[in-house]
């Protein structure tokens, strides 16, 4: 029996969100797949582009928060599970720290990390958005350019249905093996879209940014930058642009 058990709804705002706020029907390790998404959430406020019948993917699980390290590693497996699932079908994306997938410079895949507490006890989804059928006329204008799906690198349409399946199965294989955070980071590494040296504007929180030079990833999966004579580790923020 797996671990996940299997939702698929017709539509809903936020994927996130309706596993959030109904736990009375979706309990720990549910996984929620919704045909069309109408109000999906990216990082720092921003929407993720709505998702018609057929044209992306929006999947969510929900997990128990169970120790402080799952905040942490459980993103970084969702990151690789739709790696491994793109490369299956022909598809070299490369890691943006800390939770994107590209491919030749544009956004495939985008996750958004949730956690609520409710006194003790706690939950934490992983939102995952998948660029599947769009055409580049699908896009809002604002991201036309910066964003790309399956269809336009083959061609070819493919399953929503059947990559959100086989996501899931890449992704409860990691939690019922124990991957952790640091042998995560080792996988990762070298799939980050960003060579050592090159020049990186991060993204701060508190409408903060800096620039320096990329250097690697922590062994938990921080983000090792120069910047001001000194070395950084950060452990929140997001890769605003690469400086070639």
Known sequence: MGLFRFVTIDRCGSTNTELLDHPELYPPYTALRALVQTAGKGRWGRRWADVGVDQGLALSLLFPLENSEDPFRIPLL?????????????????????????????????????ARFCGEKGLFVTGI???????????????RERAISLKMLSGREE??????????????????????RERAVVSLEPLCDISPG???????????SVTGLFLGLGSRGELRVKAEGRELLLSEGEVERVVR
């Open 78 to 114: 969702s990151v690789l599970g739709v790696h491994r699932v793109l490369r299956r079908r022909g598809v070299e994306s490369r890691y943006r720290w800390p939770n994107d997938l590209y491919v030749r410079g544009r956004k495939i895949c985008g996750i958004l990390n949730e």
């Open 129 to 143: 958005g998948v660029n599947v059928n769009q055409q580049e006329e699908d896009f809002p204008p604002e991201v």
């Open 159 to 180: 399953d929503p249905g059947r990559i959100a399946g086989e996501v899931v199965d890449e992704i409860e294989g990691m939690v019922r093996e124990g991957v952790s």
């Open 198 to 208: 090159e020049a990186v504007t991060l993204r701060l929180p508190l409408n903060r």
